[in-house]
């Protein structure tokens, strides 16, 4: 009997230490390390973002269903570079700000920001200035709101009608629940008369990535 026993623990031993982790999320090649996802827990403050967000957009009834989604670590629209969004809308903040709110098939969503110069082209950008067909920043603010996170960066810039460039990209961030997460470093380059600059983060245990795009007449972050 105490052999059987002994056999019989050693068995349920073994089947526990090769027991998958389910914190760890493979997407984009990217790996976001169980110790990195705050599992099962969205702060109510979190949860009251997101309704604020969506509102006016999504039933109280479906909110829940993204919070609970997001809650249980499943993969959700806006993380997916295929996807497309349901409802697309500019938002007026004042005359010269805008935001642009996405909202996918799930009700997963992102935000990001937006202004308007006269005679130049939208850029998703904060602190552009704009004079004689000419913009530049020391210190522009790159963001998205996703699902109640946000990721950015800092840059900076400059572009006309015929070229557009980032002279530098500093301060990758991520913010889930009301704190600091961590983001990965800056990359950057070059391609066909633009620059890039990008970084990327797990936020409720799913990779997001933002791009700042600067070339001829503008630049955005998507």
Known sequence: MNNKFKLTSAILTASLLVTPVSGIIYQNNNIAKAEEINNNKISENTKNKIKSDLKEYVSIQDIEKLIKK????????????????????????????????????????????????????????????????????????????????EIGLYASLEYTNTYGQINSAWSPYAKQDGRNISANPIARFNQAGYSYASTSAAIHGQYYTITLKVGPYGSKVY
Do not use: M
């Open 70 to 149: 997001l809650e249980n670590n499943e993969i959700t629209e806006v993380s997916i570079n295929s996807s497309k969004p349901i409802i697309e809308k500019e938002i007026k903040i004042n005359e010269e700000e805008y935001q642009k709110i996405k909202i996918y098939k799930d009700f997963s969503y992102s935000i990001t920001g937006l202004e308007k110069k006269p005679k130049i082209s939208f850029r998703y950008l904060d602190n552009i200035h704009c004079g004689s067909g000419y913009c530049w920043a020391t210190n522009a603010h790159a963001y998205k709101h996703v699902n109640g996170g």
